[in-house]
């Protein structure tokens, strides 16, 4: 491909999934002014990087492994959280209505919400999940559980 055709690739590729980026930025870092900011850093890195793509059918999964790492550095640098009351109004909140299911969402670790993002909200496998987060399949599976179990006990006992 020429310089040309690969732009129109990349454009197209980084547009089909620009909502499963947002997604995957809001899991971790649940600040929409972050989430913008890791977004647009991706897909700098990412454009400049493409060169170190050896297949484009894995383009996704490099792209989003990009992403999950440039979160988890803003995450180091920050160290503050936003806690929910005082979230900007209209804050993203992953297509999901149950206010409920929102705020015990947000007791998860990091690594847990990026975990249930990718498995229930993007449809990746829990092999998928493990090569972009750099962990075994057990630990993906340990996560789910895990959140799953937060998730159930919040959600019952209404205590978040």
Known sequence: MNREQTDAWFSHEVE???DTLFRVAFAILRNYADCEDAVQNTIMKAYRNLNTLREPAYFRTWTVRILKNEC??????QRTVVPLAEQPEGAYE???PDLDLN???DTLSP???????LYYYEGYKTAEIAKLTDVSDSTVRNRLARARAALKEKLTKRSF
């Not at 988890?72 to 640098?77: E, P, R, V, Y």
């Not at 690594?111 to 993002?117: D, F, G, K, P």
Request: hydrophobic share 50%; proline share 0%; net charge positive.
């Open 111 to 117: 690594e847990e919400r990026l975990t249930v993002t």
């Open 16 to 18: 089909s999934m620009s």
């Open 72 to 77: 988890f550095a803003a995450l180091k640098k």
């Open 94 to 96: 992953m297509e999901v």
């Open 103 to 105: 705020r015990a969402f």
